[in-house]
């Protein structure tokens, strides 16, 4: 069967949607590998349903929730709890941000921290304060309350904080 | 807007930073931030942290996509799972896969069902050898050649085209005399692809017309065609892909068309349709 102009497009958009989705992906997974498979999962089952998408909003937040489920399947078929598998932030020693590092070296920081962020804190913290979602928005996605994801938000922006001022602090 | 009436501090600090909050607690803040040291403090952090985290956040969107995402969401058929539609001699059955396989069999689609005729045609070769041959050869199309082509010169930069886009007239009356059929050079500019030449080729054993373009990112895209019997009516776009190339192909009068690129590039249709109207 031939793809319609009318899927066509929405693949196109798919496509264009990439980077956004496999960053979310990796809110959610924090591993490279299981992110691109979960996008991959998420994109298939949006073609299949793109008959659903009624055009209102964003369709990334559509693609959002939908990948949201699928990992919350997925979770619960490996039979692993929401945030295990990861060290406590507070506990990791070399997760500290080097403000004087040079650019690669501090992106990689910056890029290690997101990675090792609790799921709860940072899908938040990238769907609000990265992606200008509203709090409702963000709400809808993740499904979870509203009052969920203020504290989330706080909580993620406090700990973000104080991964490079305590860095600053240690070497004055 | 939301009530953060009773909340710790900094979930309302945070609300406020994110203009989340209605003008008559926006304004409670203002005045707690005014008066109280200690809320500055906590204020000034989490801007902080909401500067750091965006930074990281956005240097992830520069990370390459890998090319088997872009392909596979190519490749999913609208009833569910990977396209069935290449023309392959033995196809593996469809099995229903969970997540976490299925993801990676997708990624691996084209390989499995290759491997899939390939491993056909070995089990086949044993009990009917006479009939394996033609199999294969029947499974190479002239897309096939045109796609081999296409990695070849595609790479030569100085030897781009056989005839410059400089001598565009001559390349009209040459290639439709060497293929036999009538044709007009299409103007891309509006796609961003800019004619840089043509070469004549023998594609599925017929001469065939390549007439290639080059984007601002110094990809190269070609359009090639070849008389075929004369067609009842002009056929749809098929999209297929040969591993790191996209092909759109459709049949019109007396001739079979194909725009070959990137199969990464999502506008490969969007110049294929352009072409099947000007051409």
Redesign the interface.
Known sequence: MHPTAESNEFRRELVGLLPKLRRFAMTLTRNGSDADDLVQEACERAITRSHLWNGEGRLESWIYAMTRNLWVDEIRKRKVRTGSGTVDFSEQDDLRIEASADKAVYAKQLHKLIMTMPEGLSSVFLLVNVEGHSYREAADILGIPIGTVMSRLSTARIRLAAMISEQTERRT | M?S?QG??L??R???Y??G?LSHAEANEIDGILAHDEKARTLFN??????D????????????P??L???R???L??????Q?A?RPLPSEPPKEVA???T???L??AGLVLLLAGGSAGYLLGAQHAAPAAPAQVAQSRSWLDDIADYHRIYARQTRHLAEVPAAESAHIADWLTAAVGVDFKIPDLTANRLSFQGARLLVAGGKPTAQLLYKDDDGEIFAVCFQRIDPALEKT????SIRDDLGLISWQAGTASFVVVGPSSD??L?TIAQAVAQTI
Request: proline share 5%; aromatic share 4%; charged share 30%.
């Open positions: 939301e953060t909340l710790p900094e979930v600090l945070s609300a930073l994110d989340q952090r989490l801007k902080l942290g909401s750091l985290g965006r930074k990281a956040f956005e240097d992830m969107l520069h990370e996509v890998p088997d995402l872009v596979n969401i190519k999913v058929s609208i009833d569910g799972g396209d539609g969970s997540y976490g299925s993801a990676r997708g990624a749809e776009l098929d999209d999502p506008a249709e």
